[in-house]
């Protein structure tokens, strides 16, 4: 089994980020990258032991506003994902890495994007899971507001849980991670079963590892802070695999397709039944089509 590298801490960009590792320093690097209101730990660590085990040397970390890497106070983040973009190349940087295989999971596909625009010379491939080429229709729908944008908005339900989370009493720790094991049940699709249990694990290790949970509500106003990309998605000129299901209820389907279409020569792997989610279920098809675009 891969070695798994003890969590460091990294000064860059006026920050402290933390990150681990898994496997040899020396084999292709793999830097994952994940989405809102979610620390690394959500990296499950069966995904980057296979990984590893497959001949990568895989980087995970915390963003912003979450685990232990530095936060800003509730409702004021400092930044946006081209400052995002920036600490996930500092973190290569951190392990002496000049390039990588960038993987991001929803936010973090987008930051995967920005990486591929922003730093083109540290990227080797983009696999952007389960994540959209412009959050406007998502970020519009949760201010009941109609941008007149082409790609879906979240369901209904999703938006429902997100509106009960405004009324959380951020103290209560067991109130926080029922919520979480909530949205999580809500974010999943038909095609696997639900890791209740699991999920609940996950939750109570990422509040009790947070230097300030409540910050990462700010993922939202930040992505809605920054420049589009879209646009400039034709620049993109590395190999590209994009990985969605066909049952996300929050960045749906079409999301996914629209991230196809705009970057050239773009690959798609579809998840029939998934959500917003990598279900253990998924990762016998996931891991050896990320070792086949990483080769």
Not at 39 to 58: I, K, N
Not at 100 to 128: K, Y
Not at 251 to 277: F, N, R, S
Not at 283 to 288: A, E, F, Q
Request: contains cysteine; glycine residues 8%; hydrophobic residues 40%.
């Amino acid at each position: 089994m891969a070695t798994h590298h003890a969590e460091r801490m990294i000064e860059a960009n006026g920050i402290d980020i933390c990150a681990d590792s898994f496997g040899e320093p020396d084999d292709p690097a793999i830097l994952l990258v994940m989405g809102a209101g979610a620390s690394m730990l959500v990296w499950d660590e069966q995904l980057c032991e296979r990984l590893a085990d497959g001949g990568r040397f895989v980087i995970r970390y915390d963003n912003r506003d979450t685990g232990k890497t530095t936060c800003c106070p509730p409702g004021e983040p400092n930044y946006t994902l081209n400052d995002m973009a920036a600490d996930g190349v500092a973190v290569l940087d951190a392990y002496n890495i000049d390039k990588a295989h960038i993987v991001g999971a929803s936010m973090g596909g987008m930051i995967t994007q920005v990486i591929g625009l922003n730093h083109p010379e540290r990227v080797l491939t983009l696999t952007p899971i389960m994540s959209t080429p412009n959050a406007g229709a998502t970020l519009d729908a949760m201010d009941d507001a109609d941008g007149g944008h082409a790609l879906s908005p979240p369901s209904p339900k999703v938006l429902a849980a997100i509106a009960a989370s405004a009324t959380l009493d951020w103290s209560d720790r067991e109130a926080l991670i029922e919520n979480r094991v909530e949205m999580f049940k809500v974010l999943a699709g038909s095609g696997y079963p639900y890791d209740e249990a699991g999920q609940r694990e996950l939750a109570a290790a990422e509040v009790d590892r947070a230097v300030s949970f409540p910050s990462s509500l700010n993922h939202g106003p930040a992505i809605a802070a920054s420049q589009p990309w879209h646009e400039r998605l034709d620049q993109l000129s590395v190999p590209t695999l994009v990985i969605h299901g066909t049952e996300d209820p929050i960045l749906p389907y079409d999301h996914g397709q629209a991230l196809v279409a705009a970057i050239p020569d773009a690959t798609m792997l579809t998840l029939e039944g998934v959500g917003h989610e990598l279900p253990d279920g998924v990762l016998d098809t996931v891991i050896p089509a990320l070792l086949e675009h990483t080769s």
